[in-house]
């Protein structure tokens, strides 16, 4: 029989006796001059009086340091005494957050100063952990690399991680993977917005959110559709509950009754993975209406009618049957955001992690565009994403498809502007050419491996345990860097297991040993290096919203915790290229970033200039983001991209046409041409009326920029009145795809066979180096009645207490006192069939495993649907791998990880995983 999950209660006594040596926890609790409300009655934040901080020490100091925790980018004063990072206090003249901040950011003193943390280097051998030294440990990790890379081959290693890393050190290690001569290189948005990206860079031309934060409190209609922004990202609901109060509408459809959905006008509930359904229900009422922008569909997109005749087959009717949103509560929702615009779509990764994640996102676009929302202020696409610079790591592609700036992989001009940029930098010694970066990489089948998108996040546990006949590359592989990278965010979990337990080789670098360290069963190859926290660390994020962030370090690194970048450039000049890492300061990397990275117009953001806008912050106006007067005068905060030069103020709305471009304007991407099914095929597509007089601008197809060191291009087009990307259209129809406009598919694992009939997924398809089974699984799903052996449908989200994989959150005192233990949520009903209590114990079982969590009795969901967060790991199907973690650094807060059971569905682009439906079972323990 499982081991139960050991109570933590007693170990918080300790913890808390800990804590209060060194944190002043009665500061947190008021940070920044607020209070959080459990209730979530009123606001989320009220004012009470602030409390200034005594100058107790003479050497007391206060840093402005920006939130490592979600994406909105809040900022926050450290308070340094004696070389300890003892509170916080408010940094009240920051323009997204005005100091407040919810309960993780108010975490971040207890983060920094956790006993729990990873605090040397270590190494397991013979089923110990034994410290070792920084030498010895880099030393160790280097010759294993290069063994394995020399006996297998570049493919043979998998990089992943870095996603609370600055923009610098992602380049880095981006760069440290092409440098070794693998694609095999990927991290954390793969498995959060991923889809995202696809989404909107082939609806736009650029994979972001079209606003930022502090531009929201221009809607007049908040469209929340898969985010529960209440929990994920509070400081921003907070933007809108003040909207809310200045008379914008909220509203939510959402499977569960979120706390997002408490706050709202119209809450209305879907069956999770019906969204396109959903989306598509919204326009065809909108069109039957007449409540369509038909002005800017004419002139600023493209296929709007292959998009009306799809939508004639979803009426409200058929809607119902495939959502369960009852008809008139569809009509309702599509009156109120059509009457109330400029409004938007607020969405996280309740879009974006289905099978049909890519689609579900061009659904929103479209929605966007149908309504002439796109490119006005407060409206549009609002993908809010999860960890703080998980923007800027996207930006600069960690990823096994793209290099920094989305320049695609398997294009050798990519590769050749890329050899150019390292050695044209000034940044580094580094010389290298085209021919030189290609021969770090193997062959394969005659071809080189450099042009060849590498393995997923999401799957790369394939490339160990398949047989090499069945990938796309030489071997399997053989070692493994988790780079700040949660494990337990990844599905098939018992596969990843089984993957970490045959590798050579897997080194952990985190500031905690986190759960991967204890999930494998093995006596021995594991190295653990101590990263820094982002308190501990100097560089730049990019919030949600586009926005780059200066973060200056609070304190140095604590124990023998390293920065990323230290580390890098000790590994890089063991494995022979530290010539392209001899950087004098991070700032260096910046500007090496200003030199390559030019698609999405990272020239203006110097350090320079994020650093004055940190020391002026008080001339910004929270109300635009824009400074009036003083040094910065002109600019929006953060420099949002794309900031085409030293000049440019930053891009706040992206393809808002109404402001020059040298104001801040932009348009849709000009990349694409008509296909050839249409009359004008091959002709360029571009926006069919001039841009408004005041701009300057004219129809403009895209500029050469993208391999211009000189910036001469950019300034061209900017004196022309036109962004260099050019004036295009967004593309509703996109030809290449599969479906080339959006169309409800059943997910992989659907509760009714006849709607999988009637809607089946895609037709199987080998990307990213392993075949990839929709068709296969789900069909295996139907013949297998697993419908009726698990017949409640599984989502999984957020907390707001806890963080990403959980590793920094669950072992901060006070966060895991408020939320200490794993559970589901279970309808009343659902809990009285099954005879369980509130916080009783049960299992949650799917066709891939079981979890033993505490029952949740809520309301919250239906009687058909479960709910875990995702956050949790340390506990594997009721065994408690506590005893497994380094002594002194087990997490404490430990719980089964829903990812043991979610689906095995992946989306068709860009194979994110379906974490928001598979089918479960539930009884009590």
Same mark, same amino acid.
């Given at each position: ?681 091959? *002709?360029?597509? =571009?926006?069919? /009326?001039?841009?408004? @007089?005041?701009?300057? %601008?004219?129809? $403009? !197809?895209? #500029? ?116 200490? *233990?794993?559970? =589901?949520?279970? /309808?009343?009903?659902? @809990?009285?069939?099954? %005879?369980?209590? $509130? !916080?009783? #114990? ?84």
């Amino acid at each position: 029989m499982a081991a139960k999950t050991k109570s933590i209660l007693s170990e918080l006594k300790i913890s808390r006796r800990t804590f209060a040596k060194l944190t002043a926890l009665g500061a947190a609790a008021t940070l920044g001059g607020y209070a959080t409300s459990k209730k979530f009655t009123g606001k989320l934040f009220e004012k009470v009086a602030a409390q200034p901080t005594p100058e107790l020490y003479s050497s007391t100091k206060r840093v402005k340091s920006i939130c490592s925790f979600c994406s909105v980018g809040c900022g926050y004063i450290g308070v340094v005494e004696d070389g300890v990072f003892t509170k916080m206090d408010a940094w009240e003249t920051h323009p997204i957050n005005l100091g407040g901040m919810c309960s993780k950011g108010a975490s971040m003193a207890n983060v920094t100063n956790s006993p729990r943390r990873l605090k040397y280097p270590m190494e397991k051998v013979g089923g110990k952990w034994k410290r070792i030294s920084w030498e010895e440990a880099l030393d160790k990790v280097s010759n294993q690399l290069s063994s394995i890379r020399n006996s297998y081959g570049p493919d043979s290693v998998f990089f992943c991680g870095l996603v609370h890393g600055s923009n610098e050190e992602a380049y880095m290690l981006r760069k440290f993977a092409m440098l070794f001569g693998t694609n095999n290189v990927d991290h954390q948005a793969r498995i959060c917005h991923s889809t995202t990206v696809a989404g909107l860079l082939s609806t736009f031309g650029h994979g972001a959110m079209t606003s930022t934060v502090i531009a929201l409190q221009h809607a007049k209609c908040h469209f929340f559709f898969g985010s529960n922004a209440a929990e994920a990202h509070p400081v921003m609901m907070q933007k809108i509950l003040d909207a809310k109060d200045r008379g914008a509408k909220i509203v939510v459809a959402d499977p569960r009754l979120t706390r997002t959905a408490a706050k709202a006008d119209l809450f209305v509930r879907f069956r999770p993975g019906s969204d396109i359904a959903f989306i598509y229900g919204l326009i065809n009422i909108i069109l039957e209406n007449g409540w369509q922008d038909q002005e800017f569909i004419d002139n600023r997109t493209y296929g709007f009618e292959y998009v009306k005749e799809a939508v004639k087959d979803y009426t409200p009717e058929v809607v119902e049957r495939i959502t369960g949103t009852p008809a008139g509560q569809l009509r309702e929702v599509a009156r109120m955001i059509s009457e109330n615009r400029p409004s938007n779509v607020i969405w996280s990764m309740g879009v974006t992690q289905h099978s049909v994640g890519s689609q579900i996102v061009r659904a929103c676009a479209i929605l966007s565009c149908i309504l002439g929302n796109q490119g006005q202020w407060g409206g549009g696409c609002i993908p809010a994403r999860g960890h703080d610079n998980v923007q800027g790591v996207t930006d600069m592609c960690v990823l096994s498809h793209f290099l920094p700036g989305y320049y695609g992989v398997t294009a050798e001009s990519s590769w050749k502007w890329y050899a150019q940029c390292f050695s044209d930098t000034p940044s580094t010694s580094g010389k290298i050419t085209f021919d030189e970066l290609k021969a770090r990489f193997d062959t394969y089948n005659g071809e080189s491996m450099m042009t060849k998108i590498g393995f997923a996040v999401s799957r790369w546990y394939e490339g160990v345990l398949k047989p090499e006949a069945e990938i796309d590359q030489p071997r399997n592989i053989k070692a493994a860097v988790f780079w700040g990278e949660a494990t337990s965010s990844v599905t098939e979990m018992k596969k990843e297991k089984d993957a970490m337990e045959k590798l050579d080789l897997i080194v952990i670098v985190d500031p905690f040993p986190t759960s991967a360290s204890a999930m494998p069963n093995r006596s021995d190859g594991i190295i653990l290096l101590p990263a820094a926290t982002r308190q501990e660390g100097t560089g730049s994020v990019t919030t949600t919203g586009r926005e780059w962030q200066w973060r200056d370090a609070v304190i140095s690194p604590m124990y023998e915790s390293r920065s990323d970048m230290w580390i890098m450039q000790q590994l890089a000049d063991r494995l022979g290229f530290g010539e392209h890492y001899d950087y004098k300061s991070i700032e260096d990397v910046t500007r090496e970033i200003n030199l390559a990275c030019r698609p999405i117009g990272l020239q203006g953001q110097t350090p320079e200039r994020m650093k004055l806008q940190k020391e002026y912050d008080y001339t910004f106006d929270p109300w635009d983001g824009r400074a009036k007067g003083g040094p910065c005068d002109g600019q929006y905060w953060g420099l949002p991209w794309p900031c085409w030069t030293t000049d440019h103020p930053g891009t706040p709305v992206l393809y808002c046409d109404k402001a020059p471009v040298t104001e801040g304007g932009h348009d849709f991407r000009a990349r694409w041409t008509y296909p050839a099914d249409e009359p004008n095929a091959g *002709e360029n597509i =571009v926006r069919g /009326n001039l841009p408004p @007089a005041s701009t300057g %601008g004219s129809i $403009h !197809w895209t #500029y050469a920029y993208g391999t211009d060191a000189t910036g001469e291009v950019n300034r061209q087009a900017l004196a022309e009145g036109n962004p260099p990307t050019g004036r295009g259209r967004a593309m509703l129809r996109v030809a290449g795809w599969t479906d080339q406009v959006p169309r409800h598919r059943e997910p992989i694992e659907s509760p009714d066979p006849a709607l999988v009939a009637m809607y089946p997924t895609y037709e199987d398809k080998k990307m990213y180096r392993v075949l990839t089974e929709f068709k296969t699984e789900q069909q295996r799903s139907v013949a297998e009645k697993r419908h009726e052996k698990y017949p409640f449908v599984l989502t999984t989200g957020r907390q707001v207490e806890h963080h990403g994989g959980g590793a920094q959150t669950r072992n901060a005192d006070y966060l895991a006192e408020i939320q200490p *233990e794993m559970y =589901v949520e279970i /309808n009343p009903t659902v @809990a009285n069939y099954i %005879g369980a209590k $509130h !916080w009783d #114990y049960v299992w949650v079982e799917s066709a891939r495993g079981r979890c033993r969590v505490r029952a949740n009795v809520t309301k919250r969901v239906d009687e058909r649907t479960l709910f875990m967060p995702y956050h949790w790991a340390g506990v594997f199907e009721g065994v408690d791998y506590g005893d497994r973690y380094p002594e002194g650094t087990e997490e404490l807060a430990r719980g089964d990880s829903c990812n043991i059971i979610t689906s095995p569905g992946y989306d068709e682009q860009t194979q994110m995983q379906e974490t928001k439906v598979a089918l479960c079972n539930v009884y009590k323990a």
